[in-house]
């Protein structure tokens, strides 16, 4: 991956904040009509108080202003398009799955409420990023990726949709000895499925990231490993950093364990699904600064 020249890091240092807090008005604005409405919130065990709440809620606005402006940076396109994309993996990396995942694993309720709380944020967010930074003005050729092979090729993303499962469960399995007993323990407010449960929830998940990635991996302007990371970085911080982050009430060991076996699952699915769907054919025909950089 190419490392961002100095203009591009300059540029960097105001545009991420920008977006930050493109996204945080968005909460704000999220909030304030949910309360408006009388939506039920989540309830969670000794929640952080209104100040924690605000400084959590900011450090999350830099973490995604950081995912998007990576994304930004890399996926080419029309603004409309480019911000569309964007909005959706968000919103769905972010807000959408992790719910689905809340809603199996916890007992806190107001999944519903959280499902419409991330719609605007993500929708400001993405807007900041697309508007800010743009892809490179030399661009990678289109075609190169696996919809441009045989039909016959295409079970590659059948096997993309199933290597989320399979990596979630390998990875699940080597933290479990740590995390279950916080799930057995009701004071956390966690359950456990069974199997039943959690495999249904777990390719739902795989099929609503790979339908959001695909547009990305599609309209990919830089190189595989700049790809590769940026996929990864979204994925750790989105799926788990962020929130992870924001789980004050969760006990420490349960937080860090759960973010190493993210950071993996993350790590992993970002390389299978590079290797799977960008072909190294794919090469780059010469790596320009963004065009705001020039």
């Known amino acids: 991956m190419s490392a961002p020249n100095g203009s591009v890091v300059t540029s960097w240092i105001w545009k991420i904040p920008v977006i930050a807090a493109a996204y945080f008005l968005g909460t704000m604005t999220s909030g304030a009509v949910i309360a408006a409405a009388g939506m039920e919130w989540p309830s969670f065990p000794n929640p952080p108080s209104q100040a924690a709440n605000l400084i959590l809620g900011a450090l999350s606005a830099v973490l995604m202003a950081g995912c998007l402006a990576l994304l930004a940076w890399g996926v080419r396109g029309s603004q409309p398009v480019r911000w569309l994309i964007l909005a959706a993996f968000s919103y769905v990396i972010f807000g959408l799955n992790n719910q689905i995942e809340a809603a199996a694993f916890t007992a806190f309720g107001g999944t519903a409420t959280m499902i419409v709380f991330f719609v605007v944020p993500c ?28 039909a016959s ?16 469960v390998f990875f699940g399995m080597l933290v479990s000895p740590i995390v279950v007993p916080f799930y057995e323990d009701p004071s956390f407010g966690l359950t456990l499925p ?13 099929a609503l990231a790979l339908a959001v990635t695909l547009p990305v991996l599609l309209l990919w302007s830089r190189s595989r490993r700049a790809l590769f ?34 950071l993996g699952d993350s790590v992993v699915y970002a390389l299978v699904l590079v290797a799977l769907l960008v072909p190294r054919t794919r090469a780059v025909v010469a790596e320009a600064p963004p065009a705001d950089a020039q």
Do not use: K
């Open 123 to 150: 929708l400001l967010g993405a807007a900041a990023a697309v508007w800010l930074v743009r892809p490179g003005a030399a661009l990678q050729p289109r075609g190169a990726t696996a919809f441009d092979r045989p």
């Open 153 to 168: 090729a295409w079970w590659r993303l059948a096997v993309a949709w199933l290597a989320f499962p399979v990596i979630y």
């Open 194 to 206: 069974g199997w039943n449960t959690i495999f249904p929830v777990v390719l739902l998940r795989s």
């Open 229 to 262: 990371v940026s996929l990864a970085v979204a994925f750790f911080a989105m799926v788990g950093l962020i929130g992870l982050a924001a789980t004050t009430f969760f006990p420490p060991t349960l937080r860090v364990a759960h973010s190493i076996e993210i």
